[in-house]
């Protein structure tokens, strides 16, 4: 018997966030995991455009949730510590790193993109889209990042997309019962021990300013401590980070 959800696999679709985001509003709860060889509509975070060709992952786990949007959120920190483990499985323990709040970072260079949208049910309780894409194959060029494939360091193929899954949907079902039964705090620590950039200067790209600061760590609910140059302590909770990055 499986650790995780059942996973319904499609040649091609629009975007498996949408998909699920269909089903959730026609009534339908999962949990289950959606995928695609290739998607032609994909999004990331703050309405980027995701590619995905034919060789890469793209997953949404469709699911629902009693908590507080505020802490169902904390679901994207349980993503990227499952696709850094799928990263360490297939290249090397190490070879993943973790930048705040989600960026998998594979020897330096982004090769997964997160992005969780949920929305409410009739019955109050709140849906769940954890739309997880991952470079196994090819890497996109002209990026705002440097961006890596996994095909890059390994001296075989990658693993198919749908091996990939099996992976990734196990790890995460793994964090999310540690998540469900002891709260953030087991989350924190795993993410902190792969974290990217701590104790580093940074610059943190807010919808309203730009903030310039140290890194200090991560707080009990997810936020990022930054130190300001004046010595203030500011806390970020959304946005975007860069350490030393174009």
């Given at each position: 018997?499986?650790?995780?959800?059942?996973?319904?696999?499609?040649?091609?679709?629009?975007s498996?966030?949408?998909?699920?985001?269909?089903?959730?509003?026609?009534?339908?709860?999962?949990?289950?995991?959606?995928?695609?060889?290739?998607?032609?509509?994909?999004?990331?975070?703050?309405?980027?455009?995701?590619?995905?060709?034919?060789?890469?992952?793209?997953?949404?786990?469709?699911?629902?949730?009693?908590?507080?949007?505020?802490?169902?959120?904390?679901?994207?920190?349980?993503?990227?510590?499952a696709?850094?483990?799928?990263?360490?499985?297939?290249?090397?323990?190490?070879?993943?790193?973790?930048?705040?709040?989600?960026?998998?970072?594979?020897?330096?260079?982004?090769?997964?993109?997160?992005?969780?949208?949920s929305?409410?049910?009739?019955?109050?309780?709140?849906?769940l889209?954890?739309?997880?894409?991952?470079?196994?194959?090819?890497?996109?060029?002209?990026v705002?990042?440097?961006?890596?494939?996994?095909?890059?360091?390994?001296?075989?193929p990658?693993?198919?997309?749908?091996?990939?899954?099996?992976?990734?949907a196990?790890?995460?079902?793994?964090?999310?019962?540690?998540?469900?039964?002891?709260?953030?705090?087991?989350?924190?620590?795993?993410?902190?021990?792969?974290?990217?950039?701590?104790?580093?200067?940074?610059?943190?790209?807010?919808?309203?300013?730009?903030?310039?600061?140290?890194?200090e760590?991560?707080?009990?609910?997810?936020?990022?401590?930054?130190?300001?140059?004046?010595?203030?302590?500011?806390?970020?909770?959304?946005?975007?980070?860069?350490?030393?990055?174009?």
């Amino acid at each position: 018997m499986s650790e995780h959800p059942p996973i319904e696999a499609h040649a091609e679709i629009d975007s498996t966030n949408a998909e699920a985001r269909r089903r959730a509003e026609a009534g339908l709860a999962g949990p289950v995991w959606i995928t695609a060889g290739r998607q032609t509509a994909g999004r990331g975070r703050r309405g980027r455009a995701w590619s995905t060709e034919t060789g890469n992952l793209a997953a949404t786990l469709l699911t629902t949730t009693d908590v507080p949007a505020a802490e169902a959120a904390q679901l994207s920190f349980v993503a990227a510590l499952a696709a850094c483990d799928l990263a360490d499985t297939c290249l090397g323990e190490g070879a993943a790193r973790l930048k705040w709040p989600n960026d998998v970072l594979v020897f330096g260079r982004k090769a997964v993109g997160i992005l969780v949208e949920s929305g409410m049910r009739p019955d109050g309780r709140l849906w769940l889209g954890v739309g997880i894409g991952v470079n196994l194959a090819h890497a996109p060029e002209g990026v705002e990042r440097p961006a890596t494939s996994f095909a890059e360091h390994m001296a075989g193929p990658p693993p198919k997309p749908l091996d990939a899954l099996e992976v990734l949907a196990t790890r995460f079902e793994s964090w999310r019962k540690l998540w469900a039964t002891q709260g953030f705090s087991p989350i924190a620590e795993g993410w902190t021990a792969r974290a990217h950039g701590l104790g580093e200067r940074c610059e943190a790209r807010l919808p309203n300013r730009t903030l310039s600061g140290i890194a200090e760590g991560m707080d009990p609910d997810g936020a990022l401590r930054l130190r300001l140059d004046d010595g203030a302590l500011e806390r970020i909770t959304a946005g975007d980070v860069f350490f030393g990055e174009a």
